[in-house]
């Protein structure tokens, strides 16, 4: 009888035990799957979310109609002009115009681009002044292409003071795609502009991410705004930031990286 009872026991434990690396296996490859499943394609086009109280895009007519050939050449503007917003808040009347330049189309008939300008325009009795320009282009070495991530900017009043608070933000791809791309996020507040600026890397040595020490005197709401586009960034596997991110800027870190 006792034997029988011992043989019982383990046949259930070599069972149980099989069952469980049955399942840790399925899991693991399962959660292999989804490491491996590359990054969807950040849309150019994507509209900017905004706040419509203050904001709007601009139709290709209203660009052509306000920002002239003479007047772009007068903003410094030489890429084609894709889109354009404006915004009015109790500061004033403002434009954010972006543009890019076509380098190649690739065997995948991807579109890259080689550089790209933004203009933030002032509007005043008429009058259109250059307030802020952006621009960068990849670095030939190991760059594919750059651009605007619209997905992740933002024209919204984000601290109810009645004034816009844009977040604008661009990136790189390079050899691994947005694996080792770069990314930048500007915030724009009462005139002054703060910018994360990160570096991607599957290397955990390889990252890095500086933090301009002036974002932590942000109002709160912009600093959280900021923190969740970061966490799409990476859910969305656009952005991998070190390890324990947000506890190292909850303490003020001006530098990410590493594990």
């Known amino acids: 009888m006792n034997k029988i009872i011992l043989f019982i026991v383990l046949s259930t434990l070599i069972s149980c035990g099989k ?3 049955e399942s840790k296996d399925a899991a693991d490859q399962q959660a292999t799957k989804q490491d491996t499943t590359p990054a969807t394609p950040i849309d150019k086009y994507y509209p900017i979310p905004m706040d419509t109280k203050f904001a709007s895009r601009l139709s290709k007519k209203e660009s052509k109609s306000i920002f002239t050939r003479r ?3 007068q903003l410094g503007i030489s890429n084609p002009v894709y889109q354009v917003y404006s915004y009015n808040d109790e500061s004033g009347e403002y434009f954010l115009l972006l543009t890019d330049h076509m380098k190649a189309v690739n065997e995948e008939k991807d579109t890259l681009y080689d550089n790209i300008y933004a203009v933030y325009v002032t509007k005043k009795n ?3 002044k250059k307030r802020s320009t952006v621009q960068d282009e990849i ?5 594919t292409s750059i651009g605007f991530w619209n997905k992740y900017s933002e024209l919204s009043d984000l ?5 816009v608070d844009p977040i604008l933000v661009y990136g790189t791809r390079g050899q691994n795609a947005y694996k080792d791309g770069r990314v930048k996020i500007m915030v724009y507040y009462r005139g002054k502009r703060m910018s994360i600026k990160h ?6 040595d390889g990252r890095l991410t500086k933090i301009n020490k002036n974002f932590y005197g942000l109002p709160t709401q912009i600093q959280e705004a900021v923190k969740e586009k970061m966490r799409q960034m990476v859910t969305n596997k656009h952005a991998i930031f070190s390890a324990e991110w947000e506890k190292k800027m909850a303490n003020r870190a001006i530098r990410l990286e590493g594990k």
């Open 19 to 21: 069952q469980s690396k």
């Open 71 to 73: 007047r772009e050449n």
């Open 126 to 128: 008429n009058q259109f």
């Open 139 to 143: 670095d030939n070495d190991w760059e």
């Open 159 to 163: 601290d109810n003071d009645g004034l």
């Open 199 to 204: 570096q991607n890397s599957e290397i955990e």
